[in-house]
């Protein structure tokens, strides 16, 4: 018997990365995971990996995955998503909201001004696209009293780490949370945001292998990292948790979440946190 047995979960941007490896974390625990993401050929992207290889993961692990392709800046087609979800599931008991538009210049050295206005990509998938599908997961969830959203932010929301844009969007990811966790406690929908570090993902190995001097960086120093699905493991026991509601509101760092549950990650090791280093969260639970 998995954790999530007979629940239903939405991980947007689950084609690599945090994405696949919280899907497969979910599935693992006997949910079934609808994987999201733009990336159906493989070779359609520069990293490897594509909606349908993350579901027949997510299936091989003991739960079921479903693969959609979706953009999440079109909210027609993260619309359709949620109805499908409502027509084959009538429930949702999860929605992570990972999608993240990262430009190919974030860990570039430069000012704002040097940098084009099209990253505030970030902004329209990594915040709005987050209040879509929140929106849209509420609809479902409400109804049912019951669900858990969980938007993937990082100790950016209070540290300079990158960029302007970064840093401006992933505040606001964490203040919506919160906002959202106070309309929907009288339903007891659990809404809430967790902070990551270094993550282990295809484009974080290339960018450590590639970019000099990146691996001794504050917010990229190896020995702080974590595999992609740990964050998922920490998500599978809050969904799990009867008592997740006195959560809601709340910013948390993945690695002391996991200390909650005795959570370590894939090989073993605990992660740390670095929030005396890397900075604390403003938002408790409402």
């Known amino acids: 018997m998995g954790l999530l047995d007979g629940k239903v979960a939405v991980v947007t941007g689950a084609s690599r990365g945090i994405g696949k490896g919280m899907a497969v974390a979910l599935a693992a625990e006997g949910a079934t995971v609808y994987v999201t993401g733009r990336t159906v050929n493989e070779g359609d992207h520069d990293l490897p990996g594509t909606v349908g290889q993350t579901a027949a993961e997510c299936d091989a692990r003991g739960g079921k995955g479903i693969a959609v392709a979706v953009d999440h800046n079109d909210d027609d087609a993260v619309a359709a998503l949620f109805d499908q979800v409502r027509r084959e599931q009538g429930r949702l008991d999860v ?98 945001s967790l902070w990551q570090g270094l993550t282990f993902t295809e484009r974080a190995n290339r960018n450590l292998a590639q970019i000099p001097g990146l691996s001794g960086r504050s917010a990229t120093k190896p020995e702080n990292g974590c595999s992609p699905e740990f964050p998922g493991m920490v998500i599978a026991a809050m969904a799990a948790d009867p008592d997740v509601m006195q959560r809601s509101g709340g910013t948390f760092i993945t690695a002391e979440v996991a200390k909650d549950y005795d959570i370590r990650d894939i090989d073993g090791r605990e992660i740390p946190s670095l929030r005396e280093s890397r900075g604390s969260p403003i938002w408790q639970p409402v």
């Open 95 to 192: 929605l992570v909201n990972n999608a993240f538009a990262i430009p190919d210049d974030l860990t570039d050295a430069g000012g704002f001004w040097e940098k084009p206005l099209s990253n505030w990509q970030m902004v329209d998938v990594g915040v709005k696209s987050n209040f879509v599908a929140a929106w849209h997961a509420a609809q479902i969830m409400v109804p049912q009293g019951s669900g858990l959203i969980v938007a993937i932010s990082g100790y950016v929301g209070v540290t300079y780490t990158y960029g302007t844009i970064f840093g401006t969007a992933k505040t606001a990811v964490d203040r919506m949370a919160r906002d959202m966790a106070i309309e929907l406690k009288p339903h007891n929908v659990a809404s809430m």
